[in-house]
């Protein structure tokens, strides 16, 4: 059947839930949530305590787009099986996208880990949560732990190239365990920057102004007028962004996480201040000489200040992380659209590093001693193993300035060891041809709106979480758990494995009802993990084993299985 939607009322029914869910599972893996989610519902309708369906309707909502409609079929999923880890996995998952809901997402993810330590989705989970706020520490221990359990897995290995790389989410000011509503702390971001932005730019604009005035047309008081006119013009517009920021209390965290955001505000506040002080020291009269060193300050603080900390940003983005690690990661999982994407930006990023090494060395061995320049052939030596470890061929782009920069470390090489001006020339100006490079191709990503060469098109990869089949406990199972004479508990406490009789009862939903001891209670809040026996309440030729997450509720414990294991005992009916 080609589409879910088309499917008449004999075909729905003659499926069962369990194979509706599989046709969910299999849309999903396909790119297809909106089929999925009418797959996911018609088995729900034909079993409403699936908690498998409802975890897949939720899935799907999330693909949709719909991160608030997830969450309520999530926690049906849960409270069908409170036991399940899959089904928690799934709701820190969804509760994680909705505001001031994450202190309950992070509670979701550990129990997750607590009930299926052995699996590598709910340490996947706890990574992600970490890198999102920035916790790279965490993030790349968890991720190593999950590659422990399943070395392919791909999420865990993209994520923790980016953890590698020491990645932000853009925007990096905000932190998604604040309950603030995420539109609040984008608006006072954009306020701050605005204000820091048109007050160095407006500053920068007078002083040159202020200085043409003075200088080419003799008009030095008219022109520190019109600097006090501008600095008049900066009260409405600081009054104005302020007045868009409705989080003040978050400021200070907001710079704490956005360095970058707080280097700007402060590079506007001592340039306005810069330029008051250059205006006022400029009309005071009298003022010896000896101050222009320090007018000639005040100005290019003003003038420079912007420029010059762009640079510094480039320069410490470049050299942030560990690319080449996180390339080698990006490289194990070629076939993950995220991995080739994280991939391209990593090698524009080796790349940068290449060459913000080879202008200094250049240049210094221009000025000291051109012999010096012979160590540039060493310098691309990273790039290329990088280049070649990623066999990424993608970006033609790429290609090309990476060819550039080699030549200008051999150029300049050549021209150093054996005083050829030309071989100098060549060099130098593939050094400038691979900037130009680079430009065009941001331009060209910036233009066409897909990823450029820059750190803010790295990508977390979100594969869909939580759609692992819950455990099916055919009729014999149920029957044997709902007739047997007598049901085993075996748990651990303190002094080891105990094990102790039970009553036992089957839900529509798989869950086994125990009504246990006092000490069983007690011992399974510190480890949940049990295992329940019965046998086969009619001939006794067969025993069930259920292992599961023991769950207190009320007077009662709610197993949810994790494996089922059958077996025969031996006796006259395995000979007939």
């Not at 080698?328 to 060459?355: D, H, K, M």
């Not at 540039?376 to 990476?402: F, I, K, N, Q």
């Not at 990823?451 to 029957?479: H, K």
């Amino acid at each position: 059947m080609d589409s879910v939607g088309t499917a008449d009322s004999a075909d729905r029914t003659d499926r069962s839930p369990r194979e509706w869910c599989e046709e969910a599972v299999a849309r999903l893996r396909t790119g297809h949530p909106d089929t999925a989610l009418e797959a996911a519902r018609l088995a729900a309708d034909l079993e409403p305590a699936n908690e498998w369906a409802y975890r897949l309707i939720s899935l799907a909502l999330e693909r949709q787009g719909r991160d608030a409609d997830a969450v309520a079929p999530a926690e049906h999923a849960v409270s069908l099986a409170q036991g399940s880890w899959p089904a928690r996995l799934r709701l820190g998952t969804a509760l994680r996208r909705v505001p001031g809901r994450w202190a309950e997402a992070v509670e979701q993810a550990a129990l997750a880990r607590r009930y299926a330590p052995e699996e590598a989705d709910p340490h996947v989970l706890h990574g992600d949560q970490a890198l999102l706020r920035a916790e790279h520490a965490p993030a790349e221990r968890a991720y190593l732990t999950a590659l422990d359990r399943d070395p392919a897995h791909p999420q865990a290995r993209v994520n923790l190239g980016l953890t590698l790389l020491r990645w932000d989410r853009f925007p990096a000011h905000r932190d998604p365990a604040w309950p603030i509503d995420p539109r609040e702390s984008g608006r006072a971001r954009r306020a701050l920057e605005v204000w820091s932005r048109q007050s160095r730019l407006l500053v920068a604009l007078a002083t040159i102004a202020v200085v043409v005035a003075a200088l080419a047309f003799d008009r030095g008081r008219e022109g520190r007028l019109g600097g006090l006119v501008v600095l008049v013009l900066l009260v409405p517009i600081t009054l104005r962004q302020a007045r868009r920021v409705t989080v003040w209390s978050y400021v200070p965290a907001m710079l704490g996480r956005d360095p970058w955001l707080g280097a700007a505000l402060a590079s506007a506040a001592v340039s306005v201040a810069a330029f008051a002080a250059w205006l006022t020291l400029g009309a005071l009269p009298g003022m010896p000489s000896a101050f222009d060193p320090l007018w000639a300050a005040l100005a290019g603080i003003v003038v420079l200040g912007w420029p010059v900390s762009a640079a510094v940003r480039v320069l410490a983005e470049l050299w942030r992380g560990s690319p080449l690690r996180a390339l080698a990661q990006f490289a194990r999982v070629p076939a993950e659209r995220t991995a080739r994407r994280n991939g391209g930006v990593a090698l524009w990023i080796v790349l940068g590093r290449t060459w913000s090494v080879l202008v200094p060395l250049v240049c210094g061995a221009l000025a000291v001693e051109p012999r010096a320049a012979v160590l540039a052939v060493a310098v691309p030596y990273p790039m290329l193993a990088s280049y070649r470890r990623a066999r990424y061929g993608e970006d033609g782009w790429l290609a090309v300035a990476t060819g550039l920069v080699v030549l200008a470390s051999a150029a300049c090489a050549a021209g150093g060891l054996l005083g050829l001006v030309w071989a100098w020339r060549a060099g130098l100006g593939a050094l400038c041809a691979a900037v130009v490079v680079f430009a065009l191709r941001a331009a060209r990503a910036w233009w066409r709106g897909g990823p450029g060469p820059w750190r803010a098109s790295l990508i977390m990869c979100d594969l869909p979480t939580g759609d692992t089949p819950s455990v099916a406990l055919t009729p014999e199972i149920r029957q044997a758990f709902a007739y047997a004479r007598s049901v085993v508990l075996s748990f651990g406490d303190s002094l080891g494995p105990r094990v102790v009789g039970t009553a036992a009862t089957v839900t529509p939903s798989g869950e086994l009802r125990l009504v246990p001891e006092p000490q069983a209670r007690a011992a399974v809040e510190a480890d949940p993990r049990v295992a329940v026996f019965a046998a086969d309440p009619l001939q006794r030729r067969f025993w069930v084993e259920v292992r599961g997450i023991a769950v207190a509720d009320a007077d009662l414990l709610r197993v949810t299985p994790k494996q089922v294991l059958m077996g025969e005992f031996p006796g006259r009916h395995q000979r007939r």
